[in-house]
């Protein structure tokens, strides 16, 4: 009646359990694979330049640069904001805009207002640095910074007060 050489159901049930390991296996891979890849970028892009802003001020003389972030119609960025947030008097703070925004973001003559005045969703980035006023010039910026010497911003539009700490802040499209 019972052949011992011919192969159960047992067997089958052990071959799932190996497939349902090896494909929990996988899928654990891939999943830490694409949490490496950020597809909901920060939609917020005051709260990202607070980010920013905070990491910046606690490391003197260091660029940092912000994830991605969505822009949309009506979307701004506030030195004063910032400032009351962080804990620095907004003339402390200069927003600037890379050259390749220029046609879609408005700044304010105090260079504390960022605005965006175009239609769609653009998606673009934060580097900022701070560092004493004294020494935040263009040339600071030349050669101390990989991403913001690229931006073609001047700091010579930037009224910091003497005696303080300077922090530059300058969006650009992420692809910069």
Known sequence: MFNLNQKGQEFSVFKLLISAIVAIVILTLLLQILNI????????????????LNDIDKS??????????DFKKENSISAAALANKIGLDNEQI??????????????????SLITYTGDST???KLAGICAPQS???DAFITDNTA???????????????????ACLMVLMRSDE
């Open 37 to 52: 890849i950020d597809f909901n970028p920060n939609t917020d892009p005051s709260k990202a330049a607070e980010n920013l």
């Open 60 to 69: 003197t003389y260091t660029e940092k640069v912000s994830k991605k972030l």
């Open 94 to 111: 200069c927003l600037g805009l890379a050259d390749s925004l220029s046609s879609e973001f408005t700044v304010n003559s105090a260079q």
């Open 122 to 124: 653009v998606r673009v």
């Open 135 to 137: 020494q935040l010039d």
């Open 147 to 165: 991403v913001l010497k690229n931006t073609n911003f001047s700091t010579s539009s930037c009224n910091f007060p003497s005696g303080l700490k």
